[in-house]
């Protein structure tokens, strides 16, 4: 059974930041392209960041240069470093896990991020 179990959220104040963690079980870690999405109430849910097997990575405009994705494969563990945080940036993060050139085949359940003075 997969399970993406997701760790690290708060509630921090504008220019704060925080570090997600999703680790990941009963899957080839390696394999899959990881990536961090959100959804912000009564918005779609948007792609944040993804990191192949190979390290490269991809971010969303509204988060490049604040926030960095990372993955240790003998942790089975993907990170989402996030700094110089706004209010716009808070939502549910979810990780998510997918094959090269696949769709989404597993969802973490969340964790919730508030940027709030």
């Known amino acids: 059974q997969v399970q993406l179990v997701e760790s690290g959220g708060g509630l921090v104040q504008p220019g704060g930041s925080l570090r997600l963690s999703c680790a990941a079980s009963?899957?080839?870690?390696?394999?899959?392209?990881m990536g961090w999405y959100r959804q912000a109430p009564g918005k779609q849910r948007e792609l944040v960041a993804h990191?192949?097997?190979?390290?490269?990575?991809t971010y969303a405009d509204s988060v490049k240069g604040r926030f960095t994705i990372s993955r240790d494969n003998a942790k089975n563990t993907v990170y989402l470093q996030m700094k110089s945080l706004k209010p716009e940036d808070t939502a549910v993060y979810l990780c998510?896990?997918?094959?090269?050139?696949?769709?989404?085949?597993?969802w973490g359940q969340g964790t919730q991020v508030t940027v709030s003075s």
């Open positions: 990191i192949t097997s190979g390290l490269t990575t």
């Open positions: 009963g899957l080839t870690f390696g394999g899959y392209v």
């Open positions: 998510a896990a997918r094959l090269r050139l696949g769709p989404i085949l597993y």
